[in-house]
């Protein structure tokens, strides 16, 4: 395609997002990648923070603009990065959610068994590339780590990727959480490469400390947050409890007939293979509007699972640091059989236990290497004085409880 193109889009968080390139042009065109306009990007978040309603489709343009000026950033200090292998990483990062489901982490390996929302986003890029005649091939190679110049990988998937840049920027600005706020343009300033890799010039360190420590309190004052985390649990309760009902020989519709397909199908990676182009067209919306539907099921497991959930009537949720005393969790199982009238296996959809868990820094993960001016190359949680230790890298573990109030 030698026609050039140049779309402007305005955005809430960035301004103006240039698209400038035929084939980025046409990857957002496609109607499986206009789909990430109907799955939220943070699921049930909004019923805590009202303005968080913004979607898949908001923040994959987010971090492309971030990639954008990234990759200028690398490019104006002499990093070696070809107009080819610039639109692919562009496209790659325009893609590195495209698998996600309904509801995004909440449903991921709920409606569809043992397949993460990567490996889905890799069988889309994969058709995507057969329909543009290969276009695509570098982009994939980027996106799966199998190309020679590892920093673009690094650049969309690591610690230090602009996709939590994005995510991070701008789950705090529609949130309103201030706690949330990085110095994503100051990083983007301070990227370098050595020997293939991405690395942070030494003067970045504090805005990297700060991008960390976001990360954590986000965590736990949004993405875990109590009342999120109950509201989420419920919504896999009730496709827990659906598939059950069928399994039964009950009657249990959805509102479309792509999401009736994948209620009563067996899922696996190598079935959602072939059914890509069902996949593509299940959105939030097919999973609310069935909620809805289900709050006048029979089932009273069912039911009253889903009327908690559209009228924000919602599971009680605690948070400690130690588990939950048996005891007190059997009165309350009694309590909630006898308050609903149901058979004690029933229970288990009304009171549960598990366990939340963040790390600030995982040294395990893609690392933060620090590069200092004489040359010499740090991981961040080494640096003399550095606020993120070798304390920071341990998870924080806490247990909570969700049970009916009765």
Known sequence: MTNRIRKII???????????????FQVI????????????????AHLVYPGAVHTRLHHSLGAYHLMCNALTELKNKGVDITPEEETAAKIAILLHDIGHGPFSHALENVLINDTHHETISIL???????????????????????YTKPFLHQLISGQLDVDRMDYLTRDSFYTGVSEGVIGYDRILKMLAVKDGDLM????????????????RLMYWQVYLHKTVLGAEKTLIKIIQRAKELIQQGQTVHAASVTFDFFLNSATNTAFIEQQLERF??????????????????????????????IERRLLKVKLQAEPFDQDWIKTQRNNICHQLKIKEADCDYFIFTGVAENTTYDPNE?????????????????????LIHQALASPVKKYYICYYNC
Not at 10 to 24: A, E
Not at 33 to 41: A, D, G, K, N, P
Not at 281 to 302: A, E, S
Request: a negative charge; glycine letters at 4%; proline letters at 3%.
């Open 280 to 309: 593509c067209l299940l959105d939030d919306y097919d999973v609310l509007t069935t909620i809805k539907n289900w709050m006048f099921h029979p089932d009273i497991v069912l039911s009253t699972l889903c009327r908690g959930l």
């Open 366 to 386: 893609e690392r933060i290497n620090i590069l200092f001016k004489n040359g010499t190359v740090t991981d961040i949680s080494k640096v003399d004085n550095a």
């Open 200 to 215: 942070v010039e030494e003067k970045g360190i504090y805005s990297i400390e700060k991008f960390l420590v976001a990360r």
């Open 10 to 24: 305005n955005d809430p968080v960035y301004g103006f997002i240039t698209i400038d390139d035929p084939l980025v």
């Open 29 to 44: 065109s496609h109607p499986w990648y206009q789909r990430l306009r109907r799955v939220h990007q943070m699921a049930f």
């Open 124 to 146: 889309i890029m994969r058709v995507l590339n057969e329909q543009m005649n290969g276009q695509l091939h570098k982009a994939i190679d980027i996106f799966t780590n199998n």
